[in-house]
Every structure is written in structure tokens, then in C-alpha cells.
């Protein structure tokens, strides 16, 4: 995955981000967690063109970095997802037992 910032005069408290390869799936999940902070004013996504790979996330702090924000959220789906991977390894031995 290969990130970069959109420059702008903000200080830092608001960025858009551009996430290379990336679509929906990142967009929509990043967007869903990182909106859940209490410091956020605005998280939101974007694919600009379909024939363009890549997704921009934009965020607004009312308080803090948007760097910030953007990584406590990536590190925050990545636990998500290990969870959810548990979860289902689980769920998948349970079955294989239950049948025998």
C-alpha cells in the first residue's frame, strides 16, 4: 500500500490522503473506524474515476493531527480484522468438530 498527502495550509488538523491500489473496501472500513473518534469533525472517502486505482480519505480534526488519526485508525482495522480472522478459525474448528 503506498500513501501520500494532498498539500494544503491546514497545519496539519485536516488532509486528504491518497492511498494507491486501494478502493472502497480500505475506504469505507478506514471511514467507518476513524469517524467513531471523538476528535474527528469529518472523515470521508472517495474513488475519484474508475480507471484511476486509488482512493482519497479525507479528515478533519477538531483536535490534532490527521496523521494521527489515520494511523491509530489503520492500527485499529488491522485489530479488527485479526479478530475477525480468530473469530472465524474458531467458528470453522467448531463445525469440523461438531460433525464427527
Do not use: W
Not at 482519497?56 to 488491522?78: E, N, V
Amino acid at each position: 500500500m503506498s500513501v501520500s498527502q494532498i498539500a494544503d495550509f491546514s497545519h496539519g488538523t485536516s488532509k486528504t490522503f491518497v492511498f494507491q491500489n486501494e478502493g472502497h473496501t480500505l475506504g469505507n472500513a478506514l471511514k467507518g473506524i476513524i469517524s467513531s473518534y471523538p476528535n474527528v469533525q469529518f472523515c470521508g472517502y472517495t474513488v475519484p474515476h474508475p480507471a484511476e486505482n486509488q482512493m482519497h480519505l479525507r479528515i478533519q480534526m477538531f483536535k490534532g493531527q490527521a496523521i494521527d488519526a489515520l494511523k491509530k485508525g489503520l492500527a485499529d482495522l488491522i485489530q479488527v480484522c485479526d479478530i475477525t480472522l480468530d473469530k472465524f478459525d474458531e467458528a470453522v474448528v467448531s463445525f469440523n468438530t461438531a460433525d464427527k
